[in-house]
């Protein structure tokens, strides 16, 4: 089992950035992979970055101005937001998965509101 809980959102205005912070407990070596998603109102959960021991991926809609790390020990993930636009609002999730158990594990969400 893995516990997840984000924080770090809040309101801010066009062109500034947060850090969100997912801080994870439970059998976190058996993480394989951790993902940052979003839902904007009224929209579906979109996929927003992962990060393995392989690297990192991205998607178009926030490559070079998004960037996912990881502490070395493991259990706090993170999203640097920069350059942030009003499209950008959203909840934001972090996500663990573990393949040998095909099991996905999920935080509850903190809100990201850009606005002036």
């Known amino acids: 089992q893995v516990q997840l809980v984000e924080s770090g959102g809040g309101l801010v205005q066009p062109g500034g950035s947060l850090r969100l912070s997912c801080a994870a407990s439970?059998?976190?070596?058996?993480?394989?992979?951790m993902r940052w998603y979003r839902q904007a109102p009224g929209k579906g959960r979109e996929w927003v970055a992962t990060?393995?021991?392989?690297?990192?991926a991205y998607a178009d809609s926030v490559k070079g101005r998004f960037t996912i790390s990881r502490d070395n020990a493991g259990n706090t993930l993170y999203l640097q937001l920069s350059s942030l636009k009003p499209d950008d609002t959203a909840v934001y999730f972090c996500?663990?998965?573990?393949?040998?158990?095909?099991?996905?594990?999920w935080g509850q969400g903190t809100q990201v509101t850009v606005s002036s």
């Open positions: 990060i393995t021991s392989g690297g990192t």
């Open positions: 996500n663990a998965a573990v393949v040998r158990s095909g099991v996905d594990y």
């Open positions: 439970g059998s976190v070596l058996s993480i394989d992979a």
